[in-house]
C-alpha cells in the first residue's frame, strides 16, 4: 500500500521554491533536533475513506497539516506561501501515491513558540487512491 506521508515528503522535497527557503528542513511529525531557521512540518491528522455499498472505493480523502516555521513571521509567511504554491491543486503521482487534487481546506496562523519561532499553519485534503 502507496503512504501519503511518502506522498508528501516526495512533492514537498520536489518543490525548489521551498527548498530554496528550508533547505533539507521537512520533516515528518516534528522539527529535526538539529533544525534551525525555516523549517516544514507535516502531518496526517485525518483519514476518511470512501464506501459505496457494502465495498470499500480506493478513495481516501487524508486530512494533511502543514506547519510552516520561521525566524520571524514573514519568514513563516514566506516558506508558507512555496507550500501553497508546490500543493494547492496539484495532480499525479508522488512516491507511487496516484493523487487526484489536493486542496488547501484552511490556514491559519500558529501562535509564536518560545525557542521555536513563528509558524503559519495549513491544512490539505489530499485525495488519493490507496
Known amino acids: 500500500m502507496a503512504v501519503i506521508e511518502q506522498a508528501m515528503d516526495s512533492i514537498l522535497n520536489a518543490a525548489s521554491g521551498l527548498t530554496a527557503l528550508v533547505g533539507t528542513q521537512i520533516y515528518a511529525k516534528k522539527v529535526g533536533q538539529s533544525a534551525t531557521g525555516p523549517a516544514v512540518v507535516y502531518d496526517r491528522i485525518a483519514t476518511d475513506r470512501q464506501h459505496a455499498m457494502g465495498a470499500d472505493t480506493g478513495l481516501v480523502m487524508a486530512r494533511m497539516q502543514i506547519q510552516c516555521w520561521g525566524?520571524?513571521?514573514?519568514?513563516?509567511?514566506?516558506?508558507?506561501?512555496?507550500?501553497?504554491?508546490?500543493?494547492?491543486?496539484?495532480?499525479?503521482?508522488?512516491?507511487?501515491?496516484?493523487?487526484?487534487?489536493?486542496?488547501?481546506?484552511?490556514?491559519?496562523?500558529?501562535?509564536?513558540?518560545?525557542?521555536?519561532?513563528?509558524?503559519?499553519?495549513?491544512?490539505?485534503?489530499?485525495?488519493?487512491?490507496e
Open 71 to 129: 525566524d520571524s513571521q514573514a519568514e513563516a509567511e514566506r516558506v508558507s506561501e512555496q507550500v501553497r504554491a508546490a500543493l494547492q491543486d496539484y495532480t499525479g503521482t508522488a512516491s507511487t501515491v496516484v493523487i487526484q487534487r489536493a486542496f488547501l481546506a484552511a490556514e491559519f496562523n500558529g501562535p509564536y513558540v518560545e525557542d521555536e519561532g513563528y509558524r503559519q499553519i495549513q491544512e490539505y485534503e489530499i485525495w488519493h487512491r
